[in-house]
């Protein structure tokens, strides 16, 4: 760790993000240009401009996005640690569902823990050509044989879909065959324009299939969903313990060290709190309608972040002392915080930050760098939808395309048995009289600065020019990138599995991320690399067509070069 600077140098002003921006966009032919600068946008945080959100990627762009089964499959479902999950294709979708993330899990009273296999149907050209239904059934009954598990869930991959295996019916026969929850998910890689379908999709199917089959009530009296938290690198238990230290019980937290039983009477609990609105927002619509249950946007990343949501969940169950016991508990444990926070500060303060990250990190992560001082100069989401931007006031501008229009949504009602709202709606009136709000997440770009860039799916050649142009002194971001990113000379802390850190969420994971950025900051390594473009001969590819005159050749060869800067060239 490097000696403390009480007084940083003042930062230089910014470069104009106006040109930034032009710099970033200048390469591209016109048509894409056309698309990508609707998605690349210069900040207002009183009226967020419109941004192209949640549109395909243009071929050719080196995104960092992943798959509809990827989001249905890998994210939603998969920590739900004793339903069998069965991959429904070629071996290589199942086989990067297997523990390749750091979503973590405990199982509890002997149940077993699937996340530590991959399975898969393995399919073959075989069943490509005569269909794949015939191998799914036995690997169902395979799988059962050997594990007998409570549930099954099959996972379509695309060429499911393309040659219309039809997984529903055999969900449906299987299901009465064994006498267990058998559900099947059409997630297929290509039924989105990236994992945000997958969300959706996995939504509705544990909507449909597994809330609501156990209304045992939970014995907590103030219990509490925690919707779209994963538990990466231990975040749920971080949450989870703060919660029950203030007196609150979880009675699911979806998808995170979360078993089938949990999920089956997450409906008895009294509010569903949603930490990642993009992947879930739907479940918390649907119980709200179904069950009665009202939610409310959380967020346990940053500790001043956690003491809002704290503050939120005592106002919204107004009990003394329930209230007094969390103002002890923010109190112990900012007593904690806050001299780390000022060490770390002495060093951050000032120093910039920018990120690129799924769908809610690159908003939630601000608020752990600002709780150090350091200010954002970029951001932006992979796959966010425009809600997730510029806040739920604008969904019903949102234009519905045939890419959404392929997911189902749900028709639900109030059940007419279970329905139990809440609270009466004079208690509503009371709380929304007192500043409460409902379904209310305002989105990333109200708490961003004016005319900071906001950058949606941004392309790797984007992310080149913002670091040659900013020079960012680290960027929170992806695997796809990182090793682009420290290449050339930036840290960059890898958000969605923390690079086997973490956990980062409530006051124990704030402190967890302050200590990180400050060694990755202070760490004098980055100012030796020299990448290996800079020091090793370029390739350089020659084209050569039968019968070309020396000239075409001569012509052709200069068009394919591929020497550095491109950029410049005007390629
Ligand atoms: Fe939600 Fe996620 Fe995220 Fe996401 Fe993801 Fe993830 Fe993520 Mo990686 S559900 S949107 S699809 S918080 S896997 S646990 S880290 S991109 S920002």
């Known amino acids: 760790m490097s000696e403390a600077v009480t007084n940083p140098v003042p930062a230089a002003p910014l470069p104009d993000a106006a040109q930034v921006r032009e710099e970033m966009l200048k390469i591209y032919p016109p048509k894409t240009r056309k698309k990508r600068q609707k998605q690349l946008l210069l900040n207002d945080p009183d009226t967020p401009p419109e941004i192209a959100a949640n549109t395909r990627t243009v071929p050719g762009i080196i995104t960092q996005r992943g798959c509809t089964y990827a989001g249905c499959r890998g994210v939603v479902m998969g920590p739900i640690y004793d339903l069998l999950q069965i991959t429904h294709g070629p071996i290589g979708c199942g086989f990067y569902a297997w523990l390749s993330r750091r979503n973590l899990s405990r199982p509890t009273d002997g149940r077993p823990n699937f996340m530590q296999y991959s399975m898969s149907t393995d399919m073959q050209e075989d ?250 100069v970029s951001a932006g989401y992979e796959f966010a939808h425009r809600d997730d931007y510029e806040g739920r006031r604008v969904l019903p501008t949102i234009k519905v395309d045939a890419d959404s229009r392929n997911i189902e949504e749900l028709h639900v009602e109030a059940d007419p048995a279970r329905y139990r709202p809440r609270k009466t709606p004079e208690q509503i009136e009371a709380l929304k009289a007192g500043g409460f709000t409902f379904k209310d997440y305002e989105g990333m770009m109200v708490e961003m600065k004016r005319n900071t860039l906001v950058i949606d799916d941004i392309s790797h050649h984007e992310m080149e020019q913002l670091i040659r142009i900013y020079k960012p002194d680290i960027i929170g971001s992806g695997i796809k990138d990182k090793f682009v990113i420290e290449k050339m000379g930036v840290p960059c802390k890898q958000l969605h599995s923390y690079d086997y850190s973490g956990p980062y969420a409530a006051y124990e994971g704030a402190i967890n991320f302050y200590r990180e950025v400050d060694r990755m900051l202070s760490s004098k390594v980055w100012s030796y690399v020299v990448p290996p473009w800079e020091k090793e001969p370029q390739l350089v590819a020659t084209l050569v067509h039968p019968g070309m005159t020396a000239a075409a050749k001569k012509a052709e060869n200069k068009s394919f070069s591929r020497q550095r800067p491109a950029a410049e060239e005007g390629m």
């Not at 007998?148 to 299987?174: F, N």
């Open 127 to 376: 069943q490509i050509i005569f269909g794949g239904e015939k191998k799914l059934k036995q690997a169902i009954l395979e799988a059962y044989d050997i594990f007998k598990p409570k549930a099954i869930a099959i996972l379509s991959t695309c060429p499911v879909g393309l040659i219309g295996d039809d997984v529903h019916a055999v969900a449906r026969e299987m299901k009465e065959k064994l006498g267990i929850n058998v559900m099947a998910f059409s997630c297929e890689g290509y039924k989105g324009v990236s994992q945000s379908a997958g969300h959706h999709i996995a939504n509705n199917g544990v909507f449909k299939n597994i809330i609501g089959l156990d209304d045992t009530p939970d014995p907590g009296e103030f219990t509490v969903n925690i919707l779209g938290e994963y538990n990466i690198g231990g975040d749920a238990w971080a949450i989870d313990s703060l919660l029950q230290k203030c007196g609150i019980h979880v009675v699911a937290t979806l998808s995170g060290d979360v078993n089938y039983d949990q999920v089956t009477r997450c409906h008895t609990a009294m509010l569903n709190m949603v930490m990642c609105h993009r992947s879930i927002n739907y479940i918390a619509e649907m119980m709200e309608v179904k069950y009665g249950i009202p939610w409310i946007k959380a967020n346990f990343i940053g500790a001043a972040a956690t003491t809002k949501t704290l503050r939120k969940i005592a106002k919204y169950f107004d009990s003394k002392k329930l209230t007094d016991r969390i103002e002890e508990v923010i109190a112990a444990e900012m007593a904690a915080v806050r001299p780390v926070q000022e060490e770390i500060s002495s060093r951050t303060r000032g120093k910039k930050a920018a990120l690129f990250v799924g769908g809610s990190r690159a908003h939630h992560y601000q608020d752990l760098f600002r709780d150090i001082g350091m200010e954002i």
